[in-house]
């Protein structure tokens, strides 16, 4: 996984995005995370980033990841990891090649990072 700065640093540059930086949880995705608990959130993610995020081209890409209803869908929107040309353009992922395991952990800790942030604010 990337290291804390580089974390920080990614996020600085989302928090540029007026788009990227209106998504927050909801009360009822909060009280799913709450509820679910962060380890089986991720669970879902790292399920949603093999199936919609992993294939060299998956299907619908750039429409594969709702706007809303779960809390990993709108980290997803937040940190710019919803499709292969956002990961390309915000995180330098290429399109076209499969996701490899440190490129999928990545994600899943870019993720992860967002909604602890997320847990923080609403704590």
């Given at each position: 996984m990337t290291d804390r700065?580089?974390?920080e640093a990614l996020f600085?540059?989302?928090g540029?995005?007026?788009f990227r930086r209106r998504f927050r949880l909801r009360a009822r995705e909060r009280e799913y995370l709450r509820r679910k608990g962060l380890a089986v959130v991720l669970e879902h993610g790292a399920a949603f980033i093999e199936e919609r995020l992993a294939p060299a081209r998956p299907a619908n890409d750039g429409r594969q990841t709702p706007y809303r209803n779960h809390p990993v869908f709108v980290a997803q929107h937040?940190?710019?990891t919803c499709c292969r040309g956002c990961l390309e353009k915000w995180?330098?992922?290429a399109k076209g090649e499969?996701?490899?395991d440190e490129q999928r952990?990545?994600?899943l800790?870019?993720?992860e990072h967002w909604l602890r942030r997320e847990e923080a604010i609403h704590a």
């Open positions: 700065a580089d974390l600085l540059r989302l540029r995005s007026e937040a940190t710019a995180h330098r992922i499969t996701l490899t952990v990545y994600v800790g870019v993720l």
